[in-house]
């Protein structure tokens, strides 16, 4: 059995307790700014058609719910951590209900036969399948700091959390959201795996998974005709595989050095919708391969100070969470470019601080906050020297 060795700590008071960590709090500036100005340049022409000739109509509502972004950020930022802790049960409980509000028709909107959104006044919707990412990952966090603490090992239980957890996941699926519902089972695996649960429970999970994971893909011809599109780039060129064939279009007219801001925008605007989930074709033929490397440079960084702060937590509660939402945002951001790409079939998950959607920005910017408040944890301990060191047994359940 593993176990953790480390010296007694105890918090500073002080003002060293608002420090967080700076190139955390950067790369999070840098990665919103970027996705700002990607929108910026990408989105124009396509609002200018559809939206009374307002060219900056999706920055003016990115701008808005970054803002709104912003307050959250600035909440999960400085709000210490045993509160957030307290407040979990809440945060699931309202996260479930808004999912069941997408079932309610008065409530809700219907955008290509699927219900994911509930009205918000002035024009706004708001996506609950969103905020779920944040919901499990505080909750998986919050049970597993738990069973840390249960002395007893016969105590410890993990299928109470896994109920919970393929709950959430399925109360997303019945949104007719699979690619989301599949994210979150990879992402909560992750943690599952991070938090030193025995994974045995994987093996008759996979069994029945598998294939029902198929035959929900076979349910739906649009998933059909995805998968098609990824392994048979060539059909469906005017059709379904329109959209994927014009973004590697518009990649391979940026080049090395990018067609430049403002030019080859016609490939831009024979994309649909740009600036949703395919916008990171928008940044590459901008900026061209050199724009990949940057980008990518500004990922990479983003994750090494994410998981550097979920690495040196002492707070397990934290840790845990701080591992989850990088994880959440790192990966799906690595999914999206992959899919604009042609690496992998089409889905339905948009860039994080890039793509349009107030839901996405919010809760993304909710996830900074929270990884941050992490990185305060960690700046805000100080050794203690009690003459020895203190040894925990590491998480074992089942």
């Given at each position: 059995?593993?176990?953790?060795?480390?010296?007694?700590?105890?918090?500073?008071?002080?003002?060293?307790?608002?420090?967080?960590?700076?190139?955390?709090?950067?790369?999070?500036?840098?990665?919103?700014?970027?996705?700002?100005?990607?929108?910026?340049?990408?989105?124009?022409?396509?609002?200018?058609?559809?939206?009374?000739?307002?060219?900056?109509?999706?920055?003016?509502?990115?701008?808005?719910?970054?803002?709104?972004?912003f307050v959250f950020f600035l909440s999960f930022l400085f709000v210490d951590m045993k509160t957030i802790k307290k407040a979990v049960f809440y945060i699931v409980l309202a996260t479930v209900i808004l999912c069941v509000l997408t079932f309610i028709k008065p409530l809700s909107i219907e955008k290509n036969g699927a219900r994911r959104?509930?009205?918000?006044?002035?024009?706004?919707?708001?996506?609950?399948?969103?905020?779920?990412?944040?919901?499990?990952?505080?909750?998986?966090?919050?049970?597993?700091?738990?069973?840390?603490?249960?002395?007893?090992?016969?105590?410890?239980?993990?299928?109470?959390?896994?109920?919970?957890?393929?709950?959430?996941?399925?109360?997303?699926?019945?949104?007719?959201?699979?690619?989301?519902?599949?994210?979150?089972?990879?992402?909560?695996?992750?943690?599952?795996?991070?938090?030193?649960?025995?994974?045995?429970?994987?093996?008759?999970?996979?069994?029945?998974?598998?294939?029902?994971?198929?035959?929900?893909?076979?349910?739906?011809?649009?998933?059909?005709?995805?998968?098609?599109?990824?392994?048979?780039?060539?059909?469906?060129?005017?059709?379904?595989?329109?959209?994927?064939?014009?973004?590697?279009?518009?990649?391979?007219?940026?080049?090395?050095?990018?067609?430049?801001?403002?030019?080859?925008?016609?490939?831009?605007?024979?994309?649909?919708?740009?600036?949703?989930?395919?916008?990171?074709?928008?940044?590459?033929?901008?900026?061209?391969?050199?724009?990949?490397?940057?980008?990518?440079?500004?990922?990479?960084?983003?994750?090494?100070?994410?998981?550097?702060?979920?690495?040196?937590?002492?707070?397990?509660?934290?840790?845990?969470?701080?591992?989850?939402?990088?994880?959440?945002?790192?990966?799906?951001?690595?999914?999206?470019?992959?899919?604009?790409?042609?690496?992998?079939?089409?889905?339905?998950?948009?860039?994080?601080f890039f793509s349009v959607g107030g839901s996405s920005i919010i809760v993304t910017l909710m996830m900074c906050g929270f990884i941050l408040n992490a990185s305060r944890c960690e700046e805000a301990v100080e050794e203690v020297d009690l003459g020895g060191e203190i040894s925990i047994d590491s998480l074992t359940v089942l």
């Amino acid at each position: 059995m593993s176990r953790y060795n480390f010296n007694a700590r105890r918090l500073q008071g002080g003002d060293g307790y608002y420090r967080c960590d700076i190139g955390l709090l950067i790369s999070v500036i840098l990665l919103w700014g970027t996705g700002l100005f990607t929108m910026l340049v990408c989105s124009q022409n396509y609002a200018a058609r559809f939206f009374n000739n307002d060219a900056l109509y999706f920055v003016k509502r990115q701008i808005i719910c970054s803002g709104v972004g912003f307050v959250f950020f600035l909440s999960f930022l400085f709000v210490d951590m045993k509160t957030i802790k307290k407040a979990v049960f809440y945060i699931v409980l309202a996260t479930v209900i808004l999912c069941v509000l997408t079932f309610i028709k008065p409530l809700s909107i219907e955008k290509n036969g699927a219900r994911r959104w509930i009205k918000m006044p002035f024009n706004f919707s708001f996506q609950p399948s969103e905020l779920v990412k944040f919901a499990l990952v505080l909750y998986l966090a919050n049970y597993f700091d738990k069973q840390f603490s249960l002395t007893n090992e016969e105590d410890r239980d993990v299928m109470p959390c896994v109920g919970i957890f393929l709950g959430m996941v399925l109360l997303v699926l019945l949104q007719k959201d699979f690619s989301t519902s599949a994210f979150l089972i990879l992402v909560g695996v992750l943690i599952f795996f991070v938090a030193g649960a025995k994974l045995k429970w994987l093996i008759p999970f996979s069994i029945i998974a598998a294939p029902l994971g198929m035959l929900l893909i076979f349910s739906e011809q649009y998933r059909i005709n995805r998968l098609i599109g990824f392994i048979r780039p060539t059909q469906g060129e005017a059709s379904f595989n329109y959209q994927s064939n014009a973004a590697k279009s518009a990649i391979s007219a940026g080049g090395f050095w990018g067609a430049g801001i403002g030019r080859g925008l016609s490939k831009l605007n024979s994309i649909p919708e740009v600036q949703a989930d395919y916008i990171f074709a928008g940044w590459t033929e901008a900026m061209g391969y050199v724009g990949v490397i940057i980008y990518l440079l500004m990922l990479g960084f983003f994750a090494w100070r994410g998981y550097r702060a979920a690495y040196k937590c002492p707070n397990r509660f934290a840790a845990y969470g701080a591992f989850g939402c990088v994880t959440m945002i790192v990966l799906q951001s690595l999914i999206n470019c992959m899919v604009v790409c042609g690496l992998l079939p089409t889905t339905g998950i948009p860039l994080p601080f890039f793509s349009v959607g107030g839901s996405s920005i919010i809760v993304t910017l909710m996830m900074c906050g929270f990884i941050l408040n992490a990185s305060r944890c960690e700046e805000a301990v100080e050794e203690v020297d009690l003459g020895g060191e203190i040894s925990i047994d590491s998480l074992t359940v089942l």
